[in-house]
């Protein structure tokens, strides 16, 4: 069975802080992404990565940047948290692009 | 980008009762994923069917990639069925908005 895991269920950071969320799988797989799901919003793609150092953005990267120096892990960092980016973020990795298996979530909250 | 569109946006059923939702795609596509979300957020994948039909249990789905929708079958509808099912096509994923399935006992 595929496993993603992410670093924390729940955060909660301050106003300003850098912080950094992680996704580990252990697939091999070379396809990583990063989404975040809001009410009345649905899920929207932030970055992915289909490659070791190679990443794109997706179709909200601004406020965002992403990591990916090993296979399995993907992290996604907020240079510095605003109250706008309180959401669900939610980490995937696929084998082709195509078929998609996720992790468990971060609920992150910015107060 | 494509658009994806799911029906109904809610469902109620009464615990045993068939349903099916649907999802509809503005576009052809290579990829597309069922999923339910679960109460603590995680979405769990069901079928990847980006043509054909496929069954896992209580349920099957269907798509029919040149009329671009696909269909979702829940049998025998237990309450732990209860969440929202997303429909999602394509390389970066585009998700519908999901339909909200509340199985009452």
């Known amino acids: 069975d595929v496993k993603v895991t992410q670093s924390s269920r729940y955060l909660v950071k301050r106003t300003g802080e850098k912080v950094f969320l992680e996704c580990v799988q252990d697939?091999?797989?070379?396809?990583m992404f990063w989404y975040r799901q809001d009410p009345g919003l649905g899920l929207r793609l932030i970055y992915f990565s289909y490659d070791v150092k190679m990443k794109e953005k997706g179709d909200i990267p601004e406020g965002y940047s992403v990591s990916r120096e090993k296979k399995e892990r993907f992290s996604l960092i907020l240079e510095s948290a605003s109250t706008n980016q309180t959401s669900m973020y939610l980490c995937?990795?696929?084998?082709?692009?195509?078929?998609?298996?996720f992790g468990p979530g971060t609920r992150l909250t910015v107060t | 980008g494509i658009q994806v569109e799911q029906s109904p946006p809610d469902l109620i059923l009464q615990e045993g009762a068939n349903s099916t939702l649907r999802c509809n795609f503005s576009?052809?596509?290579?990829?597309l994923q069922w999923f339910h979300q679960n109460p603590w957020g995680q979405l769990i994948n069901l079928f990847y069917?980006?043509?054909g039909t496929k069954q896992n249990g209580r349920l099957s789905a269907t798509t029919v990639a040149t009329e671009r929708y696909s269909l979702l079958y829940i049998s025998s509808s237990q309450t732990t069925d209860s969440g929202v099912y997303f429909c999602?096509?394509?390389?970066?994923?585009?998700f519908g908005a999901g339909t909200t399935v509340t199985v009452r006992a």
């Open positions: 995937a990795s696929s084998p082709d692009g195509y078929e998609q298996y």
């Open positions: 069917i980006p043509s």
């Open positions: 576009d052809s596509v290579n990829n």
């Open positions: 999602a096509v394509d390389y970066k994923l585009s």
């Open positions: 697939m091999d797989h070379e396809n």
